[in-house]
T-cell receptor, first 112, second 112 residues
């Protein structure tokens, strides 16, 4: 059974650029959630996808967008990057919304 | 008041000690609860779900108190390897959509 994977592991971007992060969910899981984690803080919920539809969203601006594919893998897109977007981005998959989540190793994004 | 609150610690305990963490939540409609551990610069890993009747997994015991709106984690016979940050997660849901909220985490340091 393959766990949750994310790519890339590290990324450096310039303010104003756009970035796409990718996540492959664990086998048998149809739900993917994305989080942003700043140093010393807990993960902040960005949004969740369930069976290819957005199924909940946290307090993040519209420049954070995503999608989920038929194989339940997912992408997080961030437009017009700001310095404060520098963080660890985590995705987590689960069998269904509200169930135990299993996290990928994260993508560390640095915006300069 | 934050939706989910944890004492950040650190809790500094000797090996063999018993330590307990609490996590309070503000939304009475919260429906599912979990504890995760996170090692430095790693992704969160599921420790255990929290059931209404309380549950135990080896040295770890989780409890839910809906009346007072908190969950707890008890670690008995602490090991050096228990040193980590412990994150609680509270899911509030409606109509099949679940919004997970993480606490900021409680740091545990177990020393010889």
């Amino acid at each position: 059974e393959t766990g949750v994977t994310q790519s890339p592991t590290h990324l450096i971007k310039t303010r104003g650029q756009q970035v796409t992060l990718r996540c492959s969910s664990q086998s048998g899981h149809n739900t993917v959630s994305w989080y942003q984690q700043a140093l010393g803080q807990g993960p902040q919920f960005i949004f969740q996808y369930y069976r290819e539809e957005e199924n909940g969203r946290g307090n993040f601006p519209p420049r954070f967008s995503g999608l989920q594919f038929p194989n339940y893998s997912s992408e997080l897109n961030v437009n017009a990057l700001e310095l404060d977007d520098s963080a660890l981005y985590l995705c987590a998959s689960s069998e269904d919304p509200g169930h135990e989540q299993y996290f990928g190793p994260g993508t560390r994004l640095t915006v300069t | 008041r934050k939706e989910v609150e944890q004492d950040p610690g650190p809790f500094n305990v000797p090996e063999g000690a018993t330590v307990a963490f609490n996590c309070t939540y503000s939304n009475s409609a919260s429906q599912s609860f979990f504890w995760y551990r996170q090692d430095c610069r790693k992704e969160p890993k599921l420790l255990m779900s929290v059931y209404s009747s309380g549950n135990e997994d080896g040295r770890f015991t989780a409890q839910l108190n809906r009346a007072s709106q908190y969950i707890s984690l008890l670690i008995r016979d602490s090991k050096l390897s228990d040193s980590a940050t412990y994150l609680c997660v509270v899911n509030k849901g409606a109509g099949g959509s679940y919004i997970p909220t993480f606490g900021r985490g409680t740091s545990l340091i177990v020393h010889p």
